[in-house]
């Protein structure tokens, strides 16, 4: 697939959220779609989950639900923001169907950092942020588990430092603006500012994988990798 129109000159953050707000823009409509069906389902049962169970309990089960299911919407927002005519339809059928293979590098990310950070928290972080683009890996190139990390590490390698702050930087924007187009919806019932409270702080931090998978196109080696492209014969064997 040519993703000519996900390419931005050079890695300046400015050029960087200039390309990712545009990719943003022009497919909100099918975003919104995703979002709404996804997360509007899970604002409800997080209201659920919060009524009826202690904090430290409802956290570990909305985090698993998260896991299970959220990952979803954003592997479907991956494959529409890289088809130049994305519709939200196709976009959600290839999601479910990468969806087994991104539960498997997630989990195998999960056993890596905790092992990790049992040692020191200084590895787990380290690595935490050479695993950022392991849905990018799985979506884009087809890999999938110990393989689709050891992708994503050798992407970042080099830029470490500079990946660490834009994931940084992005976020407290993200967080800054949820909190404050949550306000007028602060005095909803519960049950209302919880559905409509997901869908919008999703709607929001959606732009975090939007702005990974540009700079994951940037600095994703342009020559041919031999390697990769057995791994994918092997991955296209099993009807991934």
Not at 57 to 82: G, H, R, Y
Not at 93 to 120: Q, Y
């Amino acid at each position: 697939m040519n993703y000519k129109h996900l390419e931005i000159p050079q890695k300046k953050i400015s050029t960087l959220y200039k390309k990712s707000w545009e990719l943003y823009k022009k497919n909100f409509f099918h975003i919104a779609i995703i979002i709404i069906a996804v997360y509007g389902p899970l604002g409800l049962i997080s209201y659920y989950v919060d009524s009826n169970f202690d904090w430290l309990t409802s956290m570990q089960i909305k985090s698993l639900i998260e896991q299970l299911i959220a990952i979803v919407a954003t592997l479907s927002i991956i494959n529409l923001i890289i088809d130049v005519e994305g519709e939200w339809h196709s976009a959600v059928e290839k999601g479910f169907k990468s969806w087994g293979v991104m539960i498997v590098t997630n989990i195998t990310a999960l056993i890596t950092l905790t092992l990790l950070s049992f040692l020191l928290i200084i590895p787990g972080l380290i690595w935490a942020v050479y695993y950022t683009f392991a849905v990018q890996v799985v979506v884009l190139n087809r890999l999938w588990g110990k393989k689709a990390l050891d992708y994503s590490k050798k992407v970042v390698q080099g830029n470490w430092w500079y990946i660490l702050g834009v994931e940084v930087l992005t976020f407290l924007i993200l967080f800054i603006a949820s909190i404050i187009l949550m306000l007028p919806f602060e005095p909803l019932p519960e049950m209302y500012f919880s559905i409509i409270g997901e869908v919008i702080l999703s709607l929001i931090m959606v732009f975090l994988p939007i702005v990974n998978t540009v700079l994951f196109i940037h600095l994703m080696p342009k020559s041919v990798d031999t390697e990769l492209i057995d791994e994918r014969i092997k991955t296209d064997d099993h009807n991934f």
